[in-house]
């Protein structure tokens, strides 16, 4: 295992962890590494420092870098699928049929296609994320994990977590590692994006509606967002499905109201999983969707986030048809894609299944699902094949290479939980930003990254699921 920038006599030096810890809890609060307790959500007396690591981790240079240059293809990529109708109702057609939410967003996605687009001002903000993938030879390469198209969070909180490791570095003495710290600040480039986009929706007084959860445990992370709009002069209010419901209306020309105020933009933090919907929220959806407000993401936009697209771009000839002149451009994105398969019915989906089973602990079942802990592993896959794998039940997943990262040593901090050595494994994310309008791209950036790190005890999961916490990369 490798023991990373850190060295293993100061991870092992109790008495100065121990010291370290209360000086990086402290210094988490200082610079508002902020979260809301789960035992109130909705209560902003009662914050704690949102779960980081206590040192930041090793990422090798150049696949760092490969994964920030890479991002400005992604955005083009996921903008060119969420303007073609065919390629949708093709990729996702085995999908539908068996996953109801999946289903339902699509009925939108073809609601707003037979009434036609009210608006040509289109806004991405996604992440896609990236695992390293360590080979038995000992070489390393980037592998992307996926990419969120929606509600992509700890854009807010990843801008502040830089101070306080280098803050935590300083006083353990390591004053080399701590000029490594990267500076980060993905908040100003998703703010500098939704600002474009407000800006060419031209109404001054027209908002920027954050759609959130009724659990706001993550408000902070959105607050970064908020409050550099608010900087700019433009008006944000937080919304509820619920409250878009109950308040929303749509005039002759389209235009999106929620109460009083014209609505500019929808930033959609919620709507990513079946849980997230009543039937009075899938009623406001649409109704956002069929709108003149820019949508971040349109549903269009959503859909090109799903895995079985990731799956069915990785096919001969595929990424070829979304890059006719480019070939450098599918060379560099097909770089970073794992082996991907489908579970549909025929002699591939065979192949996938009779593959699983046999070597189960080589791959994940991933089923349409957002917001971790929905994956299948080892034992587990073999467990549900045999279930699914006769009907068209199984088509609801697709089968994914399992990624091997090289184990690191270090302290997860999270409130309320006792700290000890872990063996830790890193996730990369690069934020992408871009705006469109009509068929101009005005603006298309990688704004940031994100690295989360979790416990090799954990398969699955992310921050917001309680499993991975914050971190930075220290390149080498
Ligand atoms: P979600 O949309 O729920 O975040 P992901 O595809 O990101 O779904 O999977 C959740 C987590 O599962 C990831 O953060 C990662 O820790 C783990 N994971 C997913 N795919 C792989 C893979 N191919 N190899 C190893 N771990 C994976
Ligand atoms: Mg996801
Ligand atoms: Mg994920």
Redesign the pocket.
Known sequence: MASGSIPEQLLMNDELIRSLIEVAKDTALLHGVLMRTTESPNFPEVVTHAPFTLFPSPVPKGLFEQALKVQTLFNQLVDRISQDPCFLEEALASTIKVDKFTARLFDIYRHVLKEGRSQSIVLGLNRS?Y?VDQRPDGSTSLKQ??I?TIAASFGGLSSQTPAVHRHILKVAGLLEEQKKVLNNDPAAGLAAALAKAWQLYGSERAVVMFLVEDVQTNIYDHRYIENELWRRNIPVIRRRFDDVFDTGSLDSDKRLFVGSQEVAIVYFRNGYMPQNYTEQSWEARLMMERSKAVKCPDISTHLAGT?KVQQVLTQPGVLEKFFPDDPEAVTQIRATF?GLYTLDMGAEGEKTVAMALEKPDQF?L?PQ???????VYGADICRVLEKVKGGSERMAYIL????FPQPVQNYLLRQGTPVKLSTCIS?LGAFGAYVRQGTEMLLNECVGHLLRT?SIEH????VAAGV?VLDNPLLF
């Open positions: 994320d695992m994990i996926e969120n895995k794992a994940v991933k699902r957002e917001g971790g802990g929905n994956n994914m290479d399992k990624i996730e979790k398969a699955d999961g992310g991975a």
